[in-house]
């Protein structure tokens, strides 16, 4: 099983940025995906950025394409979120996790950390 502690959220206003830190123990962190998801209020939580192991698989939500780059680094057991040109509907908790992509490379989330507060706003 694998713990994680997210950072870095915070408020921001709109069209400004902030980076969130995911920072990993109980496994080697690079045999694993790393993901980040997101929950705004009243809504179900959604994916938003998956990146694999090694760092070569990245994937995006189209709702964040352009704006937001995922990144790990394997040596410090961390990955980051760095969200740019940020909108008010990027508000909401925002999870990283553990987990793997299947046979069809789509990532599949498990182990979770538990959460942080990103607010955009003016």
């Known amino acids: 099983q694998v713990q994680l502690e997210e950072s870095g959220g915070g408020l921001a206003q709109p069209g400004g940025s902030l980076r969130l830190s995911c920072t990993a123990s109980g496994r080697t962190f690079s045999t694993y995906a790393m993901g980040w998801f997101r929950q705004a209020p009243g809504r179900d939580r959604e994916f938003a950025a998956a990146i694999s192991g ?6 995006y939500a189209d709702s964040v394409k352009g704006r937001f780059t995922i990144s790990r680094d394997n040596a410090r057991n961390t990955a980051y979120l760095q ?4 909108k008010p509907e990027d508000t909401g908790i925002y999870y990283c996790n553990g987990g793997v992509f299947d046979a069809y490379d789509d990532y599949v989330p498990a182990d979770w950390g ?9």
């Open 54 to 59: 090694g760092g070569d698989i990245i994937y």
């Open 83 to 86: 969200m740019n040109n940020l």
């Open 114 to 122: 538990q959460g942080t507060q990103v607010t955009v706003s003016t």
